[in-house]
């Protein structure tokens, strides 16, 4: 059975994902829990470059607060500014968007090239700035143009991995959700699905689209790349993309909810004074669907309940 270190895979994606494929990988969790910081240099290379038995490690491991990564633009900023021992010294030390998403995966792929693993990094839709998305959805070759510091510092950690010289695969996905309640976050699904029940009007984003992905196909997706022996960037992203005010509108519907309890706001004034969001931010899937992968619509999902 392959062996392979999953780092944060006690995450929403990454516990699913091992549970998923748990009779045909054994994916060994790599994260605060274990005793694992992938900002410690020393330790990622002890544990990963050092090892023997583990041919790949995915990265789910990342700060993924958008709004707190925007806080950290600035501090990040002046730290580039300085020598390279000072920079090494406060990203060991302090949790920000750059330490975890790029210097940590800086000591990833050191690691990963000493021990000669392959390297899977799961990436994001915000690296694009989804104003004006081509017809169909950005595919993996279009331009990136992240906005937010979350975005930025994704890509930056995309082309650490791309120009590393490793095998790798750079998975971007969107809005990731499962049906079974994951107790260490709410994915969007559920805090819809919370909404509804209180029974409370509420209002949700009705002018931005966004691309569900559901975890189960996800970790299929994941599977097939593994087994054979892919390489490069793939967008594992459902094939519906929709507001968050259809979206809801779907579950209410189908769930016998009240859909009258859902109101429409809009990015512009939700997010005003937040970090910036992609507006449309539609991947386009055709090149894992081409692997024969079946990456479902979020209504699917939902009408299969």
Same mark, same amino acid.
């Given at each position: 059975?392959?062996?392979?270190?999953?780092?944060?895979?006690?995450?929403?994606?990454? =516990?699913?994902?091992?549970?998923?494929?748990?009779?045909?990988?054994?994916?060994?969790?790599?994260?605060?829990?274990?005793?694992?910081?992938?900002?410690?240099? *020393?330790?990622?290379?002890? #544990?990963?470059?050092?090892?023997?038995?583990?041919?790949?490690?995915? @990265?789910?491991?990342?700060?993924?607060?958008?709004?707190?990564?925007?806080?950290?633009?600035?501090?990040?900023?002046?730290?580039?500014?300085?020598?390279?021992?000072? *920079?090494?010294?406060?990203? @060991?030390?302090?949790?920000?968007?750059?330490?975890?998403?790029?210097?940590?995966?800086?000591?990833?792929?050191?690691?990963?090239?000493?021990?000669?693993?392959?390297?899977?990094?799961?990436?994001?839709?915000?690296?694009?700035?989804?104003?004006?998305?081509?017809?169909?959805?950005?595919?993996?070759?279009?331009?990136? =143009?992240?906005?937010?510091?979350?975005? #930025?510092?994704?890509?930056?950690?995309?082309?650490?991995?791309?120009?590393?010289?490793?095998?790798?695969?750079?998975?971007?996905?969107?809005?990731?959700?499962?049906?079974?309640?994951?107790?260490?976050?709410?994915?969007?699904?559920?805090?819809?699905?919370?909404?509804? *029940?209180?029974?409370?009007?509420?209002?949700?984003?009705?002018?931005?689209?966004?691309?569900?992905?559901?975890?189960?196909?996800?970790?299929?997706?994941?599977?097939?790349?593994?087994?054979?022996?892919?390489?490069?960037?793939?967008?594992?992203?459902?094939? *519906?993309?929709?507001?968050?005010?259809?979206?809801? @509108?779907?579950?209410?519907?189908?769930?016998?909810?009240?859909?009258?309890?859902?109101?429409?706001?809009?990015?512009?004034?939700?997010?005003?004074?937040?970090?910036?969001?992609?507006?449309?931010?539609?991947?386009?899937?055709?090149?894992?669907?081409?692997?024969?992968?079946?990456?479902?619509?979020?209504?699917?999902?939902?009408?299969?309940?």
């Amino acid at each position: 059975m392959t062996k392979i270190f999953g780092i944060g895979a006690t995450g929403l994606i990454g =516990s699913k994902v091992s549970q998923l494929l748990k009779d045909n990988f054994e994916i060994d969790n790599l994260s605060t829990e274990t005793g694992f910081d992938i900002r410690n240099p *020393q330790t990622v290379e002890r #544990i990963i470059g050092n090892d023997k038995y583990h041919s790949i490690v995915i @990265q789910f491991a990342a700060k993924t607060d958008v709004d707190g990564c925007e806080l950290d633009k600035e501090i990040d900023g002046e730290m580039l500014l300085k020598g390279e021992k000072e *920079q090494e010294n406060f990203f @060991q030390n302090n949790a920000t968007a750059w330490a975890i998403n790029v210097y940590g995966t800086k000591n990833v792929i050191e690691a990963c090239k000493k021990g000669n693993k392959k390297l899977i990094y799961i990436s994001t839709d915000y690296v694009f700035d989804g104003k004006n998305p081509p017809e169909g959805g950005y595919k993996e070759d279009d331009e990136t =143009s992240p906005e937010g510091w979350y975005g #930025i510092t994704k890509l930056e950690g995309e082309n650490l991995v791309r120009d590393s010289g490793l095998d790798y695969l750079i998975l971007r996905t969107s809005f990731p959700f499962r049906l079974d309640e994951f107790p260490g976050k709410k994915d969007f699904y559920h805090i819809f699905l919370d909404l509804l *029940q209180k029974g409370d009007p509420f209002k949700v984003i009705a002018d931005a689209k966004v691309t569900p992905t559901y975890i189960d196909d996800f970790s299929k997706a994941l599977e097939t790349l593994i087994e054979k022996e892919a390489n490069g960037i793939f967008h594992i992203v459902g094939s *519906q993309s929709l507001t968050a005010y259809e979206a809801a @509108q779907l579950m209410a519907d189908k769930r016998g909810f009240n859909k009258d309890l859902i109101g429409k706001n809009y990015l512009e004034d939700f997010y005003k004074g937040r970090a910036p969001r992609p507006k449309f931010s539609v991947l386009n899937n055709s090149k894992i669907s081409g692997l024969g992968v079946k990456m479902r619509r979020f209504d699917e999902i939902i009408n299969s309940l």
